[in-house]
């Protein structure tokens, strides 16, 4: 069993910056690719960033430039730095991992970009 816990939301002005991180823990094996997932009131969960094992990365084309995921293989930790953040970044974020087959979901964390 993995569990996930998620840091780092909060509240920004359009424009601003956040880091979200998303630690690991529950395993003694190391965990597979890692992602971040957003969801809005009413939407449906969508795909942000994905980062597999050996660092390759994929986005979604509405963060690409602006969005960067990353992670310590060491630490069983992936990060999500999110710059020029707008209005339409407001969602729940959740950390996502897979290990074994098994996807695993963190309890979310909220970012909201309002002025």
């Known amino acids: 069993q993995v569990q996930l816990v998620e840091s780092g939301g909060g509240l920004v002005q359009p424009g601003g910056s956040l880091r979200l991180s998303c630690a690991a823990s529950?395993?003694?094996?190391?965990?597979?690719?890692m992602g971040w997932h957003h969801q809005a009131p009413g939407n449906k969960r969508e795909l942000v960033a994905t980062i597999t094992l050996d660092g390759r990365t994929n986005y979604a084309d509405s963060v690409k430039g602006r969005f960067t995921i990353s992670r310590d293989n060491d630490k069983n930790t992936v990060y999500l730095q999110m710059n020029s953040l707008k209005p339409e970044d407001t969602a729940v974020y959740y950390c996502?991992?897979?290990?074994?087959?098994?996807?695993?979901w963190g309890q979310g964390t909220q970012v909201t970009v309002s002025s």
């Open positions: 996502n991992a897979h290990l074994l087959g098994q996807s695993y």
């Open positions: 529950g395993s003694r094996f190391s965990v597979g690719a």
